[in-house]
């Protein structure tokens, strides 16, 4: 009967974890580049449940046109790479960027990206073209003003989830091949446009009733054994 209070009490935890995961997805469906996450039930040899892992979606989001040619969509594998609070480097798929305060491309959390592009003050007509290399009018000149690279991973699913739409290197996802997009299995950008969160909403809407359903199972589960052990010790008093 114990050892059905711990079967119990992994499903427990196994369904919120799925619902925590399914809620999350939800609440970013409007963020750009953000890829949805899966949380993977796993059978014990005890009985009951646990979350083996949590993996990312490796599926494109649809495209959406801005007209910015600072909103920048990967067509293809690839992350923007950014400077991150603590001296990190940080990846994201998120291609919503802007100038801050020294003129440098940044994203909305003001994480720079990497290796630094600035753009001046007097510069006109910005472009970015699908090798990444970003060019404006200064003086009524054509000036490349750098290349915004891409990282690839041998293991992008171990990539861990930072907050902000940012991952961070593990050792499960291997260290970032950092280069030119549209080389080493980098995809090309396209200026102008943002990709969608690839969130499917009547997918994660199915998951979180059927974790909830599991949840409540398991908790009315815990329920019925306490009482029961409630019942047994009664008996013995």
């Not at 369904?15 to 953000?34: D, F, H, P, V």
């Amino acid at each position: 009967m114990i050892n059905g209070f711990g079967a119990s009490a992994s499903a427990l935890d196994a369904y919120a974890r799925q619902i925590e995961t399914s809620s999350n997805n939800l609440a970013n469906i409007s963020t750009s580049g953000y890829k949805s996450r899966r949380a993977d039930q796993q059978p014990l040899a005890q009985g009951g449940v646990n979350i083996a892992s949590v993996t990312i979606s490796k599926e494109a989001g649809g495209l959406l046109q801005t007209g910015d040619p600072l909103d920048i969509s990967i067509l293809g594998q690839g992350f923007f790479n950014l400077a991150v609070p603590g001296g990190k480097a940080g990846f994201s798929r998120n291609g919503s960027f802007s100038t801050n305060a020294q003129g440098q491309l940044a994203d909305a959390n003001g994480n720079v990206l990497q290796p630094p592009i600035t753009i001046p003050g007097n510069a006109t007509g910005v472009s970015v073209d699908r090798s990444g290399v970003v060019s404006a009018m200064v003086g009524g000149n054509a000036v490349p003003l750098g290349r915004i690279n891409l990282s690839v991973f041998p293991n992008p699913d171990g990539l861990a989830a930072a907050g902000g739409n940012i991952f961070l290197q593990t050792d499960a996802s291997g260290s970032p091949l950092a280069g030119a997009p549209g080389a080493g299995g980098r995809g090309e950008l396209l200026s102008g446009f943002l990709e969608a969160s690839n969130v499917d909403i009547a997918r994660e809407s199915v998951n979180m009733i059927v974790a909830g359903a599991g949840f409540k199972a398991s908790a009315k589960a815990i329920k019925t054994k306490d009482q029961m052990i409630g019942t047994v010790l009664d008996l013995k008093a």
